[in-house]
């Protein structure tokens, strides 16, 4: 229940509201004046006597000794409440009107009556609305104007006294509003920065999103790009020979079966990766590595393809996702070379050089026409690859012929 009725609260209007604490407090000011002739010497008017000390809403004397209320008493509490209906779009005028009219009220030795709170109310309102500076300047000036009231109106014989309470008043009412316009900023300033820290997370999870599914685009097309070529090329081998040569063209069935199956093994270890935490079904397969260059190199050869590799006995220890790389890289040049070569002979090189893997895949075959086609995914899949790991690319045609692949991953614990 407290909490809907602070939500209804926050839906009235700042003017409705302002409004409503004007009147009110008006309503409030003439009730305090009716009942004051009630008093112990209430019953009929009496000539006001000057008070000792009644600055700002000083309640020394008893309600008594003053006459019945005036209609100028009335007018004049009217006068001092109802500007506060503007306190929020012109602050610092309402601030100056008040204090005047509570300065006036006081000098008039009218019956007493909480006039003094309306220029205290315009000065928490100001220190809510405007900075700190304009703060104690106004509140300086205000404070000036009644202190000469309580000069004036009661003489310097409790002066002194009703200064402290002016001061002290005054100096609460100003903190308090910069109170409440510092825990308005902070509170703004923790709400922006929610926001942003969400609207961050959103763009993270977004930019992880799309690196995962280019990664795994990458993945599926290594994978169906190098096997997909070895089996078109042993299908069409074994075309040519069916009738002619039915051994060879079984060695190629053989061939294509053997490709089929490692890129089925391929796929579902990939695919596993994608099932949800926790399923205990997912497969163990390894992750391709340079220890299965034979396999691709015997593919490739197994297509007529004359292929020379030159690996270093001792790589030492490579990360995983370095040599799962390089391995891509190896694959995806022999699928270009079965697309794009011809039968020719090819070279692959994989040599470890200070804290670099430098990989080369070289062909003889026929050298592609400059500038080379865009829009592909395997030159742009390696070059990605390289790059996510900080190293160089470079794929350009042969000075003698043929075609020239050559990555540099770091593999260091720096890089």
């Not at 926001?195 to 097309?221: F, K």
């Not at 042993?234 to 199956?261: C, F, M, N, W, Y």
């Not at 395997?378 to 020239?404: D, H, K, N, Q």
Request: aromatic share 6%; hydrophobic share 45%; net charge negative.
């Amino acid at each position: 229940m407290v909490e809907t009725m602070t939500s209804r609260l926050k839906r009235i209007p700042e003017a409705a509201a302002d409004a409503a604490l004007g009147v009110g407090l008006t309503i409030l000011g003439w009730l305090s004046l009716a009942v004051q002739p009630f008093g112990p010497h209430g019953g009929g008017p009496h000539p006001p006597q000057p008070p000792s000390t009644t600055p700002l809403g000083s309640t020394t004397n008893p309600f008594g000794e003053f006459g019945s209320p005036t209609p100028e008493v009335y007018a004049l509490t009217a006068v001092a409440f109802l500007p506060l209906a503007a306190r929020r779009r012109l602050p610092l005028a309402v601030l100056a009107f008040t204090s005047v009219v509570a300065a006036v009220y006081e000098l008039g030795h009218y019956p007493p009556n909480f006039v003094f709170l309306a220029p205290l109310i315009a000065l928490y309102t100001v220190a809510t609305v405007r900075d700190r500076r304009t703060t104690l300047i106004a509140g300086a000036l205000s404070a000036a104007v009644q202190l000469g009231a309580a000069w004036f109106g009661g003489g310097s014989s409790g002066f002194w006294t009703e200064s402290i309470r002016i001061l002290a008043l005054v100096g609460v009412a100003g903190a308090l509003g910069d109170a409440a316009r510092s825990r308005r900023a902070y509170i703004a300033e923790v709400e922006q920065r929610a926001a942003d820290a969400e609207r961050t997370r959103e763009e993270e999870a977004r930019r992880r999103v799309d690196e995962e599914r280019l990664r795994i685009a990458r993945e599926l097309h290594d994978v169906t790009a190098h096997s997909l070529s070895i089996i078109a090329v042993q299908s069409g081998a074994a075309t040519h020979v069916i009738d002619s040569d039915p051994a060879e063209a079984r060695r190629a069935l053989e061939a294509i079966r053997g490709t089929a199956k490692d890129a089925l093994e391929e796929l579902r270890a990939m695919l596993g990766v994608l099932r949800a935490a926790g399923d205990n079904d997912a497969p163990l397969a390894p992750v391709p590595g340079l220890a299965r260059l034979g396999d691709l190199v015997a593919s490739l050869e197994s297509t007529g393809y004359d292929v020379g590799v030159d690996v270093d006995d001792d790589l030492g220890e490579i990360p995983s996702v370095v040599e799962t790389s390089a391995y891509r890289i190896v694959q995806e040049a022999i699928t270009n070379v079965v697309r794009h070569a011809g039968v020719c002979r090819v070279w692959i090189r994989v040599r470890r050089e200070g804290g670099e893997l430098a990989i080369s895949i070289d062909n003889d075959g026929r050298t592609p026409k400059l500038p080379l086609p865009v829009g592909g995914h395997g030159l742009a899949g390696m070059g990605e690859r390289v790059t996510a790991l900080g190293g160089s690319f470079e794929a350009l045609p042969r000075e003698g012929g043929g075609f020239s692949v050559a990555a540099r991953l770091p593999i260091t614990r720096g890089a």
